[in-house]
């Protein structure tokens, strides 16, 4: 099986904002039978991301359920973190200088899987690339 790792922004960012270069990742995931995964963590971040929105007003809390549930409907394949993984992402959090591990977690895992990992964060992909050398890390807008 082939995995992808995909952080809590692509998630939400695929249901409330479709691009192009969205549209076209998600293709390449069905059309190469890849199965996107995420460490535990992607759950509790896509509803909190998505809480955010509607406290600011963005979305109503109607349109906020709706959205989590759809995100619910990639089918992410969740995968608990343990101990290991979670020393590496303490580490990787250090080399990159991040005051919390929460990204860390999601590199930690690509790195475990030898998976490509896929994230909506330009400045984190942007660190990874010129940090840490990480040529498995991809920016959504590469696409």
Known sequence: MSY?????NVAVKSILSATDSLSAFWEKVDQ???TPC???LWLSETASAIRSLAFQKAISADEAEEVLRTIHGLRIEIIN??????LRALELAGKLGQSKAYDAFYLA?????VAEFWTADERLFNRC???LKLSWVHWIGEL
Not at 4 to 8: F, H, M
Not at 109 to 113: G, I, S, V
Request: aromatic share 0%; glycine share 0%.
């Open 38 to 40: 995420a460490p535990r």
């Open 81 to 86: 973190e343990d101990e290991e993984l979670s």
């Open 32 to 34: 190469e039978n890849i």
């Open 4 to 8: 992808l790792v995909i952080d809590a």
């Open 109 to 113: 895992l690509a790195e475990k899987l």
């Open 129 to 131: 690339r010129k940090d």
